[in-house]
C-alpha cells in the first residue's frame, strides 16, 4: 500500500460513469488517464498543470491510450480551476503537489497557489463531491507547503466538509500524505 493506491481505491469508490473530475496536477497525466477511465467516455475530466512540458505529456498520453475526447488538459496554474467550471458541477477534484516526475525540480507547487486551488474547488465540488491532495513533500519548499496546508485543512468549516488526513506512521523519509475532504451531503 503506497499513497497512490490508497487515493485511487477511495476514488473508485466515489466516482461514477458520466462524472465531471478535475486532475489539478496534472504531471505526466497519469492520473488524469486514470479519471478518464472511471468516468468514461460520458464523462469529462478537467487537468491542469502550469508546466508546457506536464500539458503536452498528459495530451500525448490521452491520445496514446484513446482519452482525448474525454480529458481536456488546460496550460494554467489550478488556482485558476474557478474560471472553467460553474459552482457545485465537480464530482471530485484530485491534487498529486511536489514537482513534476522526470521534470525541472525547481518548479514546484506552492502553499498559496495550492490553498487557492482549495479553495475554489471546494466551490466547485457538488454535494457529497470528494477532494483528494497527496501532499509529497520534502527539497526546497516541500516542508512549508506541508505545513501551511495541514494548518489551512484544520480550519475548513466541518459543518460543510469531513476532512480527513492520512499518514504512514512507520514509513522511513518523507512519506506522502494523503488528505481527503468530503463536502457533506
Not at 508546457?52 to 496554474?77: C, F, I, M, P
Not at 465540488?125 to 495541514?150: N, P, Q
Not at 476532512?163 to 506512521?169: I, P, R
Request: aromatic share 8%; charged share 20%.
Amino acid at each position: 500500500m503506497n499513497t497512490l493506491s490508497l487515493v485511487h481505491a477511495h476514488l473508485q469508490s466515489w466516482i461514477h460513469s458520466g462524472d465531471f473530475v478535475i486532475d489539478a496536477t496534472a504531471g505526466n497525466g497519469k492520473d488524469t488517464e486514470f479519471l478518464c477511465g472511471l468516468v468514461g467516455r460520458e464523462g469529462k475530466v478537467l487537468a491542469f498543470d502550469i508546466q508546457e512540458q506536464a500539458v503536452e505529456n498528459t495530451k500525448k498520453r490521452l491520445a496514446e491510450h484513446g482519452w482525448s475526447e474525454v480529458g481536456e488538459v488546460v496550460l494554467d496554474s489550478h488556482a485558476n480551476m474557478g474560471a472553467y467550471a460553474q459552482e457545485n458541477s465537480v464530482d471530485c477534484i484530485v491534487f498529486n503537489l511536489g514537482w513534476l516526475p522526470g521534470g525541472d525540480h525547481t518548479v514546484f507547487t506552492h502553499a498559496d497557489s495550492t490553498i487557492a486551488a482549495i479553495e475554489a474547488g471546494l466551490r466547485l465540488l457538488r454535494k457529497d463531491g470528494v477532494m483528494c491532495v497527496s501532499i509529497y513533500y520534502g527539497g526546497a519548499s516541500g516542508y512549508e507547503e506541508r505545513d501551511a496546508l495541514l494548518e489551512y485543512v484544520r480550519t475548513i468549516d466541518p459543518a460543510q466538509y469531513t476532512v480527513l488526513v492520512t499518514q504512514f506512521a512507520n514509513r522511513a523519509g518523507d512519506p506522502p500524505i494523503p488528505v481527503f475532504i468530503h463536502k457533506a451531503t
